[in-house]
């Protein structure tokens, strides 16, 4: 049974830096192009960036180049997401997503990620 299960949310203040995981279980994660993205209260779901099988990294948000980053470890099936200089307008609930990327070209679209984790919440306040 393919699972991701994301997690490392939580409350920080701003300029402060977080770390989140997706655990993938059922599949192995460097085969897949794998994309995190975020949905703010009353906002649609945005794409954040995305690595691809062949660990090239798109960014979708110009808001977080320079400051956000994705890495994956294929032993423990594990994908990270790096966040520095955290800002308030980070703050939502994130997603980490998977494909099977036939290509090695990743997707450019996050509805063309099959396999979603639950998300994990991220706020940043003072």
């Known amino acids: 049974q393919v699972q991701l299960a994301e997690s490392g949310g939580g409350l920080v203040q701003p300029g402060e830096s977080l770390t989140l995981s997706c655990a993938a279980s059922g599949f192995a994660v460097n085969d897949y192009a794998v994309t995190w993205s975020r949905q703010a209260p009353g906002k649609q779901r945005e794409g954040v960036l995305c690595?691809?099988?062949?660990?090239?990294?798109?960014y979708f948000t110009d808001s977080v180049k320079g400051r956000f980053t994705i890495s994956r470890d294929n032993a423990k099936n594990t994908v990270y997401l790096q966040m520095q200089s955290l800002k308030p307008e980070d703050t939502a609930v994130y997603y980490c997503a998977a494909a099977l990327d036939f290509e090695g070209l990743g997707y450019g679209q996050i509805y063309e990620y099959d396999y979603w984790g639950q998300g994990t919440q991220v706020t940043v306040s003072s």
């Open positions: 690595m691809s099988r062949s660990d090239g990294t798109t």
